[in-house]
């Protein structure tokens, strides 16, 4: 064997052994593939497609979103955690993943065994609305006029044990009143029967919120979230104004586990690159975001942190799906 062919042989053995252990990413040719576990059309699908956009220029190989709603996210997210660790199989989703392993008695995954977590995407929150019918205009009004009809007022959520849910019931504890949950199949229905006066509080996502408020028939009350939403300066969160409930929500990325450090610091990498690109990171800020991007260790810390503090809410108020 002469000096060139023993190169390129020793180079083919370590793109094997690299390849091997899940360090090339992305492989030539091969599609990167976001599952998103919800509909098409919702803010996390929208800004994961707006992502796999700037992934693919910048890979150059196909990146797809796949949506594969149902069972509350479980579907799509298990989904995921059963994948191969080489970088091509990523979840896009919103805290809900940081909150299941708490509401089910027999957990449908391990956050911490199942997934690597990668980087933020976003960074927001919910915010309490109320029809205009309700005769309160911050959260101290709302309180007292919930204190005086008990069982009156209404709170719709988009399924037991979501982050509006799980809003609705602290609040309950916290300010001692009686409102009614109402769990809907979807967004979409519990939008509609607030926005209709049917369903008098929603616990609504920023851009959501922001685009209900401006049709006249529903109002913010407070941001549910630890500090004021950079979009909404002038709305007070619910601490402020006496009620001391509040997390930070986010939508983020994971692969499943296994991946090595070195995959884990390159698929990282390129997303952060992706979320930075001026087009997402405008779209993100319209919608009511902070845009993500922070450092992979920082993101696993920051989603712990997460993890616990739902904790603490779920087993305050005792929500369990199973």
Not at 266 to 278: D, G
Not at 290 to 310: C, D, H, L, S
Request: net charge neutral; with cysteine; glycine share 10%.
């Amino acid at each position: 064997m002469n000096a060139i062919a023993q190169l390129l042989a020793l180079l083919l053995a370590f793109a094997c052994a690299a390849a091997a252990h899940g360090q090339t990413f992305p492989v030539p040719g091969k599609t990167v593939r976001i599952v998103v576990p919800f509909a098409p059309g919702g803010a996390t699908d929208i800004q994961a497609r707006l992502i796999a956009q700037k992934l693919a220029e910048s890979l150059g190989v196909p990146v797809v979103v796949d949506n594969k709603p149902g069972a509350s996210t479980v579907i799509g997210t298990r989904e995921v955690a059963k994948a191969a660790p080489d970088g091509h199989t990523l979840l896009y989703t919103i805290a809900i993943i940081t909150q299941l392993q708490h509401l089910y008695r027999t957990p449908p995954f391990d956050l911490f065994k199942d997934f690597t977590p990668l980087t933020a995407g976003a960074i927001g929150g919910t915010v309490l609305t109320a029809h205009v019918s309700v005769p309160a205009n911050n959260l101290k009004e709302l309180i007292a006029y919930a204190k005086a009809n008990p069982g009156k007022l209404n709170y719709a959520s988009f399924g037991t044990g979501t982050t509006a849910h799980l809003n609705g019931e602290s609040l309950k504890r916290a300010a001692g009143i009686d409102i009614v949950h109402v769990p809907y199949k979807g967004s979409g229905d519990a939008m509609r029967d607030h926005l209709a006066g049917e369903a008098q509080l929603f616990f609504d996502g920023v851009t959501t919120a922001i685009a209900n408020t401006k049709t006249g028939k529903v109002k913010m009350i407070a941001a549910a979230t630890g500090k004021r939403i950079p979009v909404l300066p002038d709305l007070p969160t619910m601490a402020e104004q006496g009620v001391p409930i509040g997390i930070d929500g986010f939508l983020g990325f994971f692969g499943p586990a296994g991946m090595t450090p070195a995959l884990t610091e390159a698929v990282t990498r390129e997303l952060i690159k992706a979320i930075a690109a001026p087009e997402v990171r405008k779209n993100l800020i319209e919608g009511g975001y902070e845009p993500g991007g922070m450092p992979q260790p920082e993101y696993a810390k920051f989603v712990r942190n997460i993890y616990e503090r739902w904790g603490e809410v779920i087993r305050d108020v005792g929500v369990k799906l199973d």
